[in-house]
Structures are given as C-alpha cells and as structure tokens.
C-alpha cells in the first residue's frame, strides 16, 4: 500500500473542495447550491431535470432536494415547472442569474482544477496497478 501517495490525494481533493467551498460563498452561495446548479446543467443539457435526479445526482433525499430547490427558487437562480408528461415529476432548471452564477463558478474551478492538474496526475501515477495503463488504453 502506498499510503502516503493516497494521504497526498485525498489532501489536494480536500483542498480543492475547500477552494470550491469559499469560491461559492463569495458567489452568494451555498456549497450545496452551487454543486445544485452544476447537476442541473451538467446532466440535463440546456433542459430540465427532475427533482429526484438532482436528489440522486447530489446524494441526498428526495425531501431535502425539494427544500433545496424552493430555496434557490426563492433566490430567482432556478426555475420550476411540472413535467407535461407526468404531472407527478416536478423539473428545474437554470434562470439567466443561475446561468450567469454557474458560468462564473465554473470559470475559476476549471482555472484551479489546470492549476492542480498536474499535482493530481503526479500522484496518481504510483497508484496504477503495474502495467496498468489510462482509462483511455494509452500509457
């Protein structure tokens, strides 16, 4: 086991979370929000996406997605409508200012995710299985 590659992994994850943390707060946000608004945009395209997917996306309950969304509803950061072809599925999806919040969040992460690409490529490296090459079949 190569316990000090994985305690160094788990460090750069923990301080990229901490960024992604504080980066949020400054936006007027939540942590929770912003991953919220990045699930609805990331995995439905430009539609929408149901209440129970953000709940599964997010790994939380169905009830505490439902809170969640009538928060940022309340903030004018997403929106809410009931699915035409399930009247019992309630969809969100992004307003212009949850748009405009995510597109400046989104900025600065993938500014400080090539920052600590490198960082992360390097300490993964000792964890591969010997001749164990990438996800993509290339060394």
Do not use: C, W
């Not at 990045?38 to 430009?46: E, N, W």
């Not at 019992?88 to 995510?102: A, F, I, N, P």
């Amino acid at each position: 086991m190569d316990y000090e590659a994985l305690a160094r992994f788990r460090y750069e994850l923990r301080k990229f979370q901490a960024f992604s943390q504080t980066a949020a707060k400054r936006a007027g946000l939540t942590p929770q929000q912003h991953q919220a608004l990045l699930v609805v945009r990331g995995f439905s395209g430009k539609g929408p996406i149901s209440v129970g997917e953000v709940a599964e996306r997010l790994l939380i309950r169905h009830h505490t997605a439902v809170e969640l969304v009538n928060r940022m509803t309340r903030l004018k950061i997403l929106s809410r409508s009931v699915d035409g072809a399930d009247s019992r599925r309630v969809l969100v999806s992004l307003t212009r200012e949850g748009e405009r919040r995510l597109q400046q969040l989104s900025r600065i992460h993938l500014e400080e995710l090539r920052a600590i690409g490198p960082t992360l490529t390097r300490l993964l490296r000792p964890l591969r299985r010997p001749g164990q090459g990438s996800r993509t079949g290339r060394p």
